[in-house]
């Protein structure tokens, strides 16, 4: 099991303390979760922004968040941190300004995948992005991380699913992580059900990768997450 060190290679942005609703806590203790250590093969370092939370990041990108994890980035990188990404695929809004400031790589999020996913399968093939919430996740999103187009793209949002949608309606209230597992599933079937032709799926959600496999099995075809992107910028770094 990978654990927290500040001799690890890569450094992860996290929401602030106190400010995580306590579905996404469960969500967390779960294999391939983004800020759970043990889904990683090496040592990783987290690191708490003052001032990121749903509100900041997802709902309504904040300038006064971002200017806070420029500094706390550049930090992380003078004590030895090799590459920055962060807890949450929302901060793909943040890419070109958290990569300019630092001169380490940095990868706000699993969206940075869909350009080279697209191409693997072809220009012209049919994507699902699969999101926390899809109203939340806009075209300056897709274009932070060098999407320059949205055809093709199927993107699906869980804030539909009536479980997962509670983590934010009710923060202080436990959740059921089989229910959820369900409607993450049923999203999926139902994508592809609707647009038979998508020939992969990105998930952009950082709590989504304890999915991915059941995912792939269902569906039988690749699956790329937050997982699949921080295992190959830490093999090339």
Not at 35 to 48: A, C, E, I, K, L
Not at 213 to 230: E, K, S
Request: hydrophobic residues 45%.
């Amino acid at each position: 099991m990978a654990i927290e060190t500040e001799a690890a290679k890569i450094a992860i942005l996290c929401w602030e303390a106190g400010q995580v609703p306590q579905g996404l806590l469960q969500l967390e203790t779960l294999p391939g979760n983004s800020t759970n250590p043990g889904s990683y093969g090496y040592d990783v370092r987290f690191h708490r922004v003052a001032g990121a939370n749903v509100h900041t990041i997802l709902e309504k990108p904040d300038l006064a968040v971002l200017r806070t994890m420029i500094f706390d980035a550049r930090v992380l990188v003078s004590q030895g941190a090799k590459a920055i990404t962060t807890s949450c695929g929302f901060n793909a809004i943040f890419q070109h300004e958290l990569a300019s400031a630092v001169s380490v790589p940095v990868f706000t999020s699993s969206l940075l995948q869909v350009p080279f996913v697209r191409q693997i399968h072809g220009p012209e093939s049919e994507i699902c992005i699969i999101t926390a919430n899809a109203g939340a996740l806009g075209l300056e999103h897709l274009k932070a991380v060098g999407i320059a187009s949205s055809d093709g793209l199927h993107i699906v949002g869980l804030e539909q699913c009536a479980e997962w949608n509670r983590m934010f309606a009710e923060p202080d209230e436990e959740v059921d992580l089989d229910v959820i597992e369900q409607e993450v599933l049923g999203t999926a079937r139902r994508a592809l059900d609707a647009h038979p032709g998508i020939r992969a799926f990105v998930l952009e959600c950082t709590d989504l990768p304890p999915y991915s496999a059941a995912i792939r099995r269902q569906c039988g075809l690749p699956v790329f997450d937050f997982i699949t992107l921080v295992n190959y910028l830490h093999s090339a770094i």
